[in-house]
């Protein structure tokens, strides 16, 4: 049997995908741009907490990354502008990932229900009261009447007349005495059970790690050992990052020729060990080990 072989991709396919891409751009650009001017924030003053030129801002917020150095670095300025802003736009950026432009279309309430004629309304509301009504009543005859439970008898004094010629010593003794109460009987209490020891549980040390560009910019993201995103930042030439604690990290970079990776005082990685110039590292293990 043959296989299939895979439809080419027409020029106008790509066409498509290209301008579903641009409109997601100025979707984003949109959105940064709203909130920065809710914020009241001016995109010089942008540019400088990001370190980042203001024609970069300019660009994000046209969706034109045509001025920006690459799809990269690009991606990562866009991180971090969202996380200044405090927006999210994850869920965008996975679609620029994935090559899944497509733009989720906004949701629309249904129509509300047409309002029933008003004497057919009236006449429903009537309809339920008097069902209510006679529930109630056949609940209430349908309920026995409740008996009260006999009174216990109370204890009564004997009285006995006292013949004539018996002292008054020997009628006291052959008065009836009251019927004793029975004893409490005493609460047996056992005692809790002995709790086991709890086995101390030994946390692993961390270790200290620091970052730092050398001769050249480095973009790059740092994950802890879950592959949950620590940091995002663009190193220039002689900047660091310090990361304490972790038992080992996960890192995405660009340019990890520049890279230089220290790990509790010494140096795990040197400069231009990482890769080439320009090239970008993913999901790249530090650590002991």
């Not at 942008?46 to 203001?54: C, D, N, T, V, Y």
């Not at 005493?186 to 970052?211: K, L, N």
Request: with cysteine; aromatic share 6%; proline share 10%.
């Amino acid at each position: 049997m043959m296989a299939k072989k895979p439809e080419a991709t027409t020029p106008t396919d790509e066409n498509s995908r290209q301008e579903d891409a641009q409109a997601l751009k100025q979707h984003i650009g949109e959105r940064l741009a709203k909130a920065r001017q809710e914020r009241k924030l001016d995109s010089v003053d942008a540019a400088g907490e990001l370190r980042i030129p203001s024609t970069y801002i300019s660009a994000l917020e046209a969706g034109d990354w045509s001025s920006l150095p690459g799809e990269v670095y690009a991606q990562g300025f866009l991180r971090q502008y969202a996380d200044l802003l405090a927006i999210d736009i994850s869920d965008d950026i996975n679609r620029l990932k994935s090559t899944d432009y497509h733009l989720t279309k906004p949701f629309t309430m249904p129509d509300p229900p047409i309002a029933p004629h008003k004497k057919w309304a009236i006449t429903a509301a009537a309809a339920f009261v008097v069902l209510i009504v006679f529930f109630n009543v056949r609940q209430n005859d349908d309920v026995p009447p409740q008996i009260a439970p006999p009174a216990e008898p109370q204890p009564q004094a004997v009285i006995q007349a006292k013949p004539s010629g018996i002292p008054d010593t020997e009628l006291a003794a052959t008065a009836v005495p009251p019927a004793a109460e029975p004893a409490p009987v005493p609460e047996t209490t056992t005692p809790p059970p002995a709790q086991e020891p709890i086995d101390q549980v030994v946390e692993p040390e961390g270790h200290d790690f620091v970052f730092a560009a050398h001769g050249n910019s480095v973009w790059m993201q740092i994950f802890d050992a879950d592959r949950q995103l620590l940091k995002e930042a663009l190193l220039r030439p002689g900047e660091t990052i310090q990361i304490q604690g972790q038992s080992k990290l996960f890192v995405t970079c660009g340019n990890a020729a520049a890279l230089q990776v220290s790990m509790d005082g010494e140096i795990w990685a040197e400069a231009g060990s990482l890769g080439r110039e320009n090239q970008v590292r993913r999901w790249l293990e530090v650590g002991p080990g």
